[in-house]
């Protein structure tokens, strides 16, 4: 298996080559961008798993990154990195444009730097196998009513059948039966 991308966009190269060297070290191939504009050069060039992005960035911002992000591939989880008193953007990253979750700067704790990108991309990995699984149940589904549709027509056959029987008591039993089973694979 592949390692996953991850695309870091950060303007303080220092933090950017922290992170950076702290996720490759863990696994995961990481490419950097140093503004919004490189990195939306690259979110349309690569398929990335998941996105760190800084929110204050000159030209194009962290919010209008993680527009991008969603608009090429809601699957890809976005996680918003933020300085103090930027709360309320990181408020609408959240709740209004999908971010996964957002990470203080500067980043003292490391070690949630890797807890959050395991989960995020842990989501990632959920959601694609929901939409899977989804797509099979849809399928079974569709199979389903096409064979329950061939048994209600055999049926209706049947009871057509019965109903040309010169025997009343065979009619009078089996065809209120048949009808009645028909009713019930209609319903469900």
Do not use: C, W
Not at 10 to 38: C, F, M, P, W
Not at 66 to 89: F, N, P, Y
Not at 104 to 110: C, D, T, V, W
């Amino acid at each position: 298996m592949n390692p996953e991308t991850i695309l870091i966009v950060d303007d303080d190269e220092d933090i950017l080559n922290l992170i950076e060297r702290h996720l490759s070290n863990k696994g995961y191939e990481v490419l950097t961008a140093y503004d919004g504009e490189q990195a939306v050069s690259l979110i349309d060039k690569i398929q990335f798993d998941l996105v760190i992005t800084d929110l204050k960035m000159p030209k194009i911002d962290g919010i209008e990154v993680l527009k991008r992000v969603k608009e090429k591939d809601t699957a890809i989880e976005v996680v918003i990195l933020t300085g103090h008193g930027t709360m309320d953007s990181v408020i609408e990253a959240l709740r209004d444009e999908g971010a996964f979750d957002y990470l203080q700067k500067p980043l003292y704790n490391i070690k949630q730097l890797s807890f959050v990108t395991k989960k995020a991309l842990e989501r990632k990995r959920l959601r694609l196998e929901n939409q899977r699984l989804l797509e099979i149940l849809k399928d079974s589904n569709k199979r389903l009513a096409e064979k329950l549709t061939r048994v209600i027509r055999d049926l209706n056959g049947i009871i057509h059948l019965a109903s040309s029987s010169s025997d009343s008591d065979f009619k009078q039993t089996l065809i209120p039966a048949l009808e009645a089973i028909v009713e019930v694979l209609k319903v469900g």
